[in-house]
């Protein structure tokens, strides 16, 4: 009996043939169940976003604003003039749970409603509201102010945001290595430190949709940097992550730069003609080389500009500090010089 591993066989026989389009077929099945990884839910990113107003306390704006990327993928971004932050917040609805992206940089409900917005967009399933899950992708306060909104909700689980709580929910046991997964019934999202910018800084890739949410790693703005060797690793991480996994937009914390890539000032509450939230996956690719460029202080490489805001606050303290210590100098040499000089005259006149 020929058997289907020898080279004739395939011209032998059409089993041989149809077994192996089987067996392929079925591994095929398997590998797109567990990963995911197969064809991705589109959306749309045609948005305008507010831009803040010149004048917030005349030019009232909704504190909130979503955008729904599909049914299943919202984008919420805080306004402007509720707080110069105006971080985004992404709301993944999967079929027996949903994740929320950050929390925001506003406590108070009744200024922005992030809680009563988010359980709004939510199913309802046999039990009410579908479980939520609240993560964060660092520790900075404009990423979770809002979490106090959701403490006392039930059904919703806000995870801690210091390292030991990341550690112990997403399992890593080598941080900053490892990836996570997230699991909301259908969809499958990826959890991966990417420390640098902050200590506890977290990223996520999203299999439904290939959108991969960067926080404050990567975003249309300012780089802030606290570790660069940590930040440069976890580009590294980062980029061979997506190589060769489709991304559709990369989605950051904030955006601090018009359309001409010209940053706003830092507090701004008016934001005209504003760079669009969306980056690329080739920007994701290109973050190592970037990132490697970074002085310690302050870059500017291409479109990205990287600071590190404590060396730059330590130097101009310093700087300050020694121009206040020149002019007292000064001042003191001055009023000595004074001094001989008045001490002079009397002697001469005497």
Not at 21 to 30: D, K
Not at 197 to 213: C, I, K, M, P, Q
Not at 262 to 268: A, F, R, V
Request: net charge positive.
């Amino acid at each position: 009996m020929t058997s289907c591993n020898e080279p004739l066989a395939l011209f032998s026989t059409g089993r041989c043939a149809l077994r192996r389009f089987i067996i392929a077929g079925i591994i095929a099945i398997v590998l797109a169940s567990t990963y995911g990884w197969g064809q991705l839910t589109p959306g749309s990113m045609e948005v305008h976003w507010n831009a803040g107003s010149a004048n917030c306390a005349k030019d009232q704006q909704p504190p909130l604003q979503v955008h729904s990327y599909n049914r299943q993928t919202f984008i919420l971004r805080e306004d402007l003039c509720a707080t110069f932050e105006a971080p985004f917040m992404y709301l993944l609805i999967g079929t027996s749970k949903a994740l929320l992206i950050d929390t925001g940089d506003v406590e108070d409900a009744s200024k922005v409603p992030v809680a009563t917005t988010v359980m709004a967009l939510l199913p309802a399933n046999a039990s009410g509201k579908l479980p939520l899950l609240v993560v964060h992708t660092h520790r900075h306060l404009d990423h979770r102010a809002g979490d106090v909104q959701f403490a006392h909700l039930p059904n919703v689980q806000v995870v801690g945001f210091d390292i030991g709580s990341l550690r112990h929910f997403y399992k890593f046991a080598n941080w900053p290595g490892g990836i996570a997964q997230i699991k909301l019934g259908d969809r499958i999202v990826d959890a991966m430190p990417t420390p640098g910018h902050n200590a506890t800084e977290v990223s996520f890739y999203d299999r439904t949709t290939g959108l991969f949410f960067s926080g404050d790693f990567l975003l249309p703005g300012r780089l802030l940097i606290d570790d660069a060797k940590a930040d440069i690793a976890s580009a590294k991480r980062v980029a061979n992550f997506v190589r060769d996994q489709p991304v559709s937009f990369v989605l950051g914390g904030h955006i601090e730069m018009n359309s001409e890539r010209k940053l706003y000032d830092w507090g701004s509450q008016y934001h005209p003609n504003e760079q669009v939230l969306q980056m690329s996956k080739q920007d994701l690719l290109e973050l190592p080389a970037t990132l490697e460029t970074f002085n310690g202080f302050y870059t500017t490489s291409g479109k990205f500009t990287m600071e590190n805001s404590m060396r730059i606050l330590i130097v101009s303290a310093v700087l300050i500090l020694g121009v206040i210590v020149a002019l007292v100098w000064a001042i003191l040499h001055y009023v000595r010089r004074r001094k001989r000089f008045r001490t002079l005259r009397k002697v001469t006149h005497v």
